[in-house]
């Protein structure tokens, strides 16, 4: 679990650069594998280059949540 931390760490400003990403978590995935959730808007409009299915051995989801606005 320390690694999926220390990779969330190293790439999440990364990730939040990129246009439609609105947040980065770590979480159960579909598969029932703990990994890295990213949520984006609209998972049509990111580039699936931009966002690897894996990184560092720790495998990344993606999850279109739409807009998160803060209250």
Sequence with gaps: MQHIHTVKKKYEQIWLALPYVQAVGIGILSDGSKGIIISVT???????????????GVKIELKTTGPINAL
């Excluded at 609209?42 to 560092?56: A, D, H, T, Y």
Aim: negative net charge.
């Design 42 to 56: 609209n998972e049509n409009q990111i580039e699936k280059s931009q966002l690897p299915k894996e990184v560092e």
